[in-house]
């Protein structure tokens, strides 16, 4: 095993910034890294927190952090914005925060940026995830790591579903109750957290999302091709699919993160979750099912680099060709899928 | 040449809309449908407009058929929605503006909705914008093709990817300048309109936009690899990439499309920059690397579905042992590989 894994294994904070960075940039040996380091993955819980800007997520991040910290567990946070054009740096906002930590050598907060590619982004964050996770759980230790995004877009939420749970966070008065059910929040949802509750609103937000909620059951049996469902395979097990003893619906707690309150009953909530995940038929499932896309994903990634690598002159004739319209696209990948699938 | 093709390429609207939906649905003999149709596919003028709603897109778009029709073009337009998770049907609005053109053989508008997959939206609206390319220059006709998205989101960027022109619409007061930037529409805009111009700070969004260009020509030397650079290769010939007589630098023209002002500068624009990817080495390069991708992007999807077939047993058997920790996602995606290349 490589030193740099062993030390991430250990424990050590300058290892795991180490070894992030080297995932993030796919500098030389991280493959191999994230191999060494797999075996020992698992064991962290990890959480999705995403919400529209505004909402209050970094605060809340924050209580959520001291939280874990209190049950003595080990906490590794990634705040991801797929929206900017910056790779690399950390934000600002997350300078701050990471100073309020510096002195705890069991929290580790890295920001990451676009990756630039379908995909991509999330499949970066996953091996990040598992990285802090192998570190989060040095030892004997409790691990939590914190998956924080920027926005609720489709990327984003693709971003959550590396994890355990997703914690979805709102505000009265931002209009994001409309805007949960067209993102495709309700699919991935698994607590509610409305935050600023001391605000005018808050009891409607919860209502709204609690119809929301009671209107996704409703809607997703009626739809059956919504994007989480077709494609990742999941009709069962899903946060806001069904109400009875077998399923999970997604509870809505108030917070006033600025202020510490109800941190106590969200901890609750997520830690209910986690034990649904982990016991439940369904919830088991679910991980299985999410485990089966991570494969395809990366399946169909390295097919293409494969294939790209095999065949490049073969490509760029396809391409010279089909801007002659000597030959339509869909024949041009035709035989080049029958040229790879040949190769010895 | 089967029936349905040889009626579309007659430019006959109802086998225009039968075909839509055959492609929009994947229906068996989609893929036999698009072969025959390629052929006669390129002469149309495909125009991408995005832009956040409430800038008036849609009553834009209205002018901009108008402006066609004048012109004497036969105008197909899909309005592309991928936040949506309802599929299929026409929206509200949709049918309004149908009905205002239902009596115009030649106006074809339809809505498509998420397909649910990443890239998958981008691919069957490329391939419904092939339909109406090859319907609207039935004959010896004139054809237009307008690609109309929802938001501004990285979805609706890629899908005005497949257009010659991408057209964004602001319009003042909505903090749209600042989301530009962020959401990588500078990569990608051809030609900017604000609209709305008699309302306050219409001349300030000019200039902001105009300084984001700017900014943005001087930004991306220094980033070197943001999304739409190092992913889709194109360096050179970028709307706001360089100043100078070879590359395209995006006009910004004001229009206030519920009155009809400002429009014939804006066909004007478009009719300018349509030449420049036409007649220029620059945008002959971009076209050609835009094809590039296309026939990338397909291959990658049909390479993983050709896997999924061969492979579905040993897929499922990979997905257990990483469940169990038995082997790491890495070295099982590696074996699958291995085992699709070798397949005879």
Redesign the interface.
């Known amino acids: 095993m490589s030193d740099l894994a062993e030390r991430v294994l250990r424990g050590e904070p300058r290892a795991a910034a180490r070894a992030l960075r080297q995932v993030d940039d796919r500098a030389p040996g991280y493959?191999d890294l994230?191999?060494e380091v797999?075996?020992h993955?698992?064991r962290a819980y990890v959480v999705g927190v995403t919400g529209n800007p505004g909402a209050g997520k970094s605060t809340l991040v924050d209580r959520l952090i001291e939280g874990f910290r209190k049950e003595g567990a080990t906490v590794g946070v990634i705040a991801v914005d797929?929206?900017?054009?910056?790779?690399g740096g950390a934000i600002l906002g997350d300078r701050i925060r990471m100073q309020r930590h510096a002195t705890d050598p069991n929290v580790f907060i890295r920001s990451v940026a676009?990756r630039?590619?379908?995909?991509g982004l999330s499949r970066s964050t996953r091996d990040m995830v598992r990285l802090l996770d192998a570190w989060a759980s040095a030892g004997e230790g409790k691990g939590v790591v914190l998956v924080e995004t920027v926005g609720v877009?489709?990327?984003e939420l693709?971003v959550t579903r590396t994890a355990h749970t997703t914690l979805v966070v709102m505000a009265p008065g931002m209009g994001d109750e409309v805007q949960a059910?067209?993102?495709?929040i309700m699919e991935t949802a698994d607590v509610f957290c409305v935050n600023k509750a001391d605000k005018d609103g808050a009891d409607g937000c919860v209502r709204d999302i609690e119809l929301v909620i009671a209107l996704g059951k409703e809607?997703m049996v009626k739809?059956g091709?919504?994007?989480g469902?077709?494609?990742h395979g999941e009709a069962a097990g899903l946060g806001g699919a069904a109400a009875d003893g077998a399923n999970w619906s997604p509870p809505v707690v108030k917070c006033v993160a600025t202020r510490g309150e109800g941190i106590a009953p969200l901890l609750e909530a997520l830690a209910k979750h986690r034990a649904w995940v982990e016991a439940s038929v369904e919830g088991r499932a679910r991980?299985?099912a999410r485990?089966?896309e991570?494969?395809?994903e990366?399946?169909?990634e390295?097919?293409?680099d494969?294939?790209?690598h095999?065949l490049r002159e073969e490509?760029?004739a396809?391409?010279a060709e089909?801007?002659a319209?000597a030959v339509?696209?869909?024949?041009?990948?035709?035989r080049?899928?029958m040229r790879?699938?040949?190769?010895?």
């Open positions: 493959l994230l191999k797999f075996p993955t698992g797929p929206t900017s054009p910056y790779s676009t630039g590619h379908l995909g877009g489709q990327d693709e059910l067209k993102a495709g809607t739809m091709k919504g994007r469902h077709v494609v991980r299985r485990l089966a991570e494969v395809r990366s399946l169909r390295a097919l293409i494969a294939a790209v095999d490509l760029d396809a391409v089909v801007d319209r339509d696209p869909y024949t041009a990948t035709e080049l899928v790879f699938r040949a190769q010895p």
